[in-house]
Nanobody, 132 residues
Framework: QLQLVESGGGLVQPGGSLRLSCAASGFPFNYYYIGWFRQAPGKEPEGVSCISTYGGDTNYDTNYADSVKGRFTISRDNAKDTVYLQMNSLKPEDTAVYYC?????????????????????WGKGTLVTVSP
């Protein structure tokens, strides 16, 4: 059964850290770009960060929203079919439901992150609340 399952959300104080995990099953994970998206109450969904498939000798391509650059880091462990989002220096405005998503035929990692272009599968989300 095809699944993307997010975990690691919770309540954290401003300035704190969380690491989200996205565990995949039921599809060839290695061939898929993976992205993290979020939606805050009353706001439009936002692409947070995306990571490409492995490019041989090259590093993975990554993309970050301006709002999280320097604070969030995306990584993937293909042996575990899992993608991580390390979130540091969290701010109240980071409060949202965070979703992971997978896409195979991705022409542009920027387009994937900015417009959800090429997404095939979505997880159900995990709630992150940043509050004193």
């Amino acid at each position: 059964q095809l699944q993307l399952v997010e975990s690691g959300g919770g309540l954290v104080q401003p300035g704190g850290s969380l690491r989200l995990s996205c565990a995949a099953s039921g599809f060839p994970f290695n061939y898929y770009y993976i992205g993290w998206f979020r939606q805050a109450p009353g706001k439009e969904p936002e692409g947070v960060s995306c990571i490409s498939t492995y490019g041989g000798d090259t590093n993975y391509d990554t993309n970050y929203a301006d709002s999280v650059k320097g604070r969030f880091t995306i990584s993937r462990d293909n042996a575990k079919d899992t993608v991580y989002l390390q979130m540091n220096s969290l701010k109240p405005e980071d409060t949202a439901v965070y979703y992971c998503a997978a896409g195979r035929n991705i022409g542009s990692i920027q387009a994937m992150c900015q417009t959800s272009a090429g997404i095939n599968y979505w997880g159900k989300g995990t709630l992150v609340t940043v509050s004193p």
